[in-house]
């Protein structure tokens, strides 16, 4: 076996490197060491929506934004009955002062009467004082036509930023995305498209996103609906949905326990 002999003079910048090469293992270690701290206290936030709930059944939520015409809201009542299915509404203020009568026949039908907001308004473009108008100015008009208030909120257009959703932590509201977007309102989407964007994205406690007045919604409503039932979904109300009792969001907007 050959023997090799390091001369005296190369020990000590050998050494050297060896510590240093020692030094910066060490602190790679710990560097990933907080990287991964870091990972798991930010995998919950608490500035972020509610887009879908972690549940352990086959249930899901229908919902609706309704700001604009209100003639198709009867079928779409129908429709959810037929099914047996609970849907939540999310109404703009003006809209519910509009049409009354439609938001008492929703709550009366069983349903949920939540928040949309005042005048769909974009609330991240708004200050916190306004922000905080819209939200009780529309509860207000909930409130009167329902006999009920509501602690749901949907920001227009599912535009918020960290002050919108501060502002409705603040006044007691549950802010509500969805995870499922049917695009009901886009004109360049068929009967066809909406119903596959819908039944093939739907998962254990999904919220499904609807808008009324919209060309195919209360057609293809009550196809998705028998999809969804005879896959052994139940459709049932945003409130019955969320978790209740202490909860955290995940970075996704996924609601889950806190243990």
């Known amino acids: ?81 037929k099914y047996d ?12 002062e509009k049409y009354p009568d439609m938001v008492k026949l929703i709550y009366d039908r069983g349903h949920t009467v939540a928040n949309h907001g005042y005048s769909h308004a974009h609330m991240a473009q708004l200050p916190e004082s306004k922000i905080e108008e819209e939200i009780l100015r529309c509860t207000e008009v909930i409130q009167k036509i329902t006999g009920e208030s509501t602690n749901l909120f949907r920001p227009p257009y599912g535009e918020y930023n960290s002050t919108t959703i501060k502002v409705a932590n603040r006044l007691g509201y549950q802010t509500i995305q969805w995870d499922v977007d049917s695009l009901d309102w886009k004109d360049n989407l068929s009967y066809e498209d909406i119903y596959k964007r819908v039944t093939q994205r739907v998962q254990y406690g999904s919220i499904v996103l609807f808008h009324n007045d919209t060309k195919y919604t209360q057609k293809v409503l009550p196809a998705i609906l028998e999809n969804l039932t005879n896959n052994g979904y ?19 907007g996924r609601q889950m326990k806190d243990y």
């Open 234 to 252: 139940n459709c049932v109300s945003v409130p019955d949905l969320l978790i209740k009792g202490k909860y955290k969001i995940r970075y996704d």
């Open 85 to 96: 299915a609970k849907g939540t509404f999310f109404v703009v203020g003006l809209w519910a």
């Open 1 to 81: 076996m050959k023997v090799i002999y390091i001369k005296k003079k190369y020990l000590i910048p050998i050494f050297i490197t060896l510590i240093l090469v020692l030094i910066i293992l060490i602190s790679l270690n710990g560097f990933l060491a907080n990287r991964y701290v870091l990972g798991v206290s930010n995998q919950y936030r608490d500035d972020i929506p509610i887009y879908s709930v972690d549940s352990q059944e086959k249930k899901c939520a229908i919902t609706f934004d309704c700001a604009w015409g209100a003639d198709d809201i009867p079928d779409i009542l129908d429709a959810l009955d």
